[in-house]
């Protein structure tokens, strides 16, 4: 298993493939099935190399089969915070062990770039999601932000790193 930076050579349909089907898997139930079986192949490629964000991916076996991106936090309030915006798997790899060795390696490169503290944000109806950060070292903050995904009214948690 290797965990590095994304790469010209790297795929970005085969990236984003990695977002729509980890999308489908953790947010059915969550986010209406609708939305989610509309998702268009190839939706999130080109985000994958924006330039305020740093972009990880993980392989084994020479297949990427989970990605994370991170940056400074986006949000004025916190702007001395790193922020983790995703950290997305195969659905096959989910459970695996591999999540928390991506998270510990954003969690490395953002105190790297000199952020001691770090923020994410979570579905607050997404369980698993929220069980995972809290089982390696993040606190829910009791902070929400609305949302509205596929027409339904959903809230987002804010999670900081203790």
């Known amino acids: ?29 969550i986010i209406p099935q609708d939305y989610l079986d509309s998702i268009p192949k190839g939706h999130w490629a080109d985000n994958i190399n924006q330039e305020s964000r ?20 986006r949000w004025e309030e916190y702007s001395d915070y790193g922020e983790i915006v995703s950290i997305y798997f195969l659905p096959e790899y989910i459970g695996k062990g591999y999540g928390s060795l991506l998270l510990k390696r954003c969690v490395e490169e ?11 944000w979570v579905l607050e109806d997404n369980c698993r999601a929220r069980s995972f950060y809290e089982k390696n070292g993040f606190l829910c903050a009791e902070v929400f932000l609305e949302d509205n995904i596929g027409g339904k009214d959903l809230r987002e948690a804010l999670y900081l790193a203790v």
């Open 110 to 120: 953002l105190q790297q770039r000199g952020f001691d503290k770090m923020l994410l």
């Open 54 to 73: 740093n972009n990880l991916v993980v392989i084994e076996d020479g297949v990427i089969i989970g990605t994370a991106s991170f940056c400074k936090s």
């Open 1 to 29: 298993m290797e965990i590095r930076y994304v790469a010209q050579s790297d795929d970005p349909l085969e990236i984003s493939n990695i977002y729509e089907s980890s999308w489908k898997y953790a947010y059915k139930n």
